[in-house]
């Protein structure tokens, strides 16, 4: 199947500063990667979708000035963690769409596990 | 509005004891359907996927899912359970105007005892 890479894996950063997370697609050019959080014991939440060239389309309740994404290419897309603080830390996890005649499937990043401290 | 349901919180079997993990959807459209296993720190790993054709798919790692339209299910099976199975099983349904998007259901943990 379709790989998707994550970079970082694992972050500890200071409150109040930002960080970034890369998601690359491997093997197939993806124009919609998408971003979710996951909490301890909890499924997926949808945070946005990320369409290359265009602004990302964020869910309900997130704040897009603390959640940057930029999808610059048909492989990369980046999560920007702008002034984390500990409610921030989360592991953080990443798809890329991969579209084609018979096929609309997400393939899922490993996940970056996000600590604030 | 879309959703998917697992009822099982958690499940657990016995090494080469069959398992069926259950799976119900509600979708205006025609769905698309998918299961994706989780290693507890890891990311998702596709299983399987239903778009459309045979109702029954067969999947990585012995697994297989059957579509029922008439019960809006999508219930995973696996005729034997080995202990590296262990792991958490999500549901999610996509597919027709949610451009990409996957609902997912809560997940379901998978125990397996030698």
């Known amino acids: 199947g379709a790989v998707v890479s994550q970079h970082p894996s694992w972050v500890i950063c200071k409150s109040g500063t930002s960080v970034k997370i890369e998601c690359r697609s491997l093997?197939?050019?993806?124009?919609?990667m998408f971003w979710y959080r996951q909490f301890p014991k909890q499924s997926l939440m949808l945070m946005a979708t990320?369409?290359?060239?265009?602004?990302?389309?964020?869910e309900q309740g997130v704040e897009k000035d603390k959640f940057l994404i930029n999808h610059a290419s048909l492989t990369l897309s980046t999560l920007t963690v702008t002034s984390a603080h500990p409610e921030d830390s989360s592991f953080y996890i990443c798809?890329?769409?991969?579209?084609?005649?018979?096929?609309?499937?997400?393939?899922f990043g490993p996940g970056t596990r996000l600590t604030v401290l | 509005a879309q959703s998917v349901t697992q009822p099982d919180i958690h499940i657990t079997v016995s090494e080469g004891a069959s398992l069926e993990l259950r799976c119900n959807y509600s979708?205006?459209?025609?769905?698309?359907l998918f299961w994706y296993v989780q290693s507890p720190g890891q990311g998702l790993q596709l299983l399987l996927k239903?778009?459309?054709?045979?109702?029954l798919v067969q999947g990585i790692k012995g697994f297989e899912a059957e579509f029922k339209r008439s019960q809006s299910s999508f219930n995973l099976r696996k005729p034997s359970v080995h202990w590296s199975d262990a792991a958490e099983y999500f549901c999610a349904v996509g597919g027709g105007t949610s451009y990409g998007k996957l609902t997912f259901g809560q997940g379901t943990i998978l125990t397996v005892h030698p």
């Open positions: 798809s890329a769409r991969e579209t084609g005649l018979s096929t609309d499937t997400q393939y």
């Open positions: 093997d197939f050019q993806a124009t919609t």
């Open positions: 239903y778009f459309s054709g045979d109702t």
């Open positions: 979708y205006g459209a025609t769905p698309y």
């Open positions: 990320s369409n290359e060239g265009s602004k990302a389309t964020y």
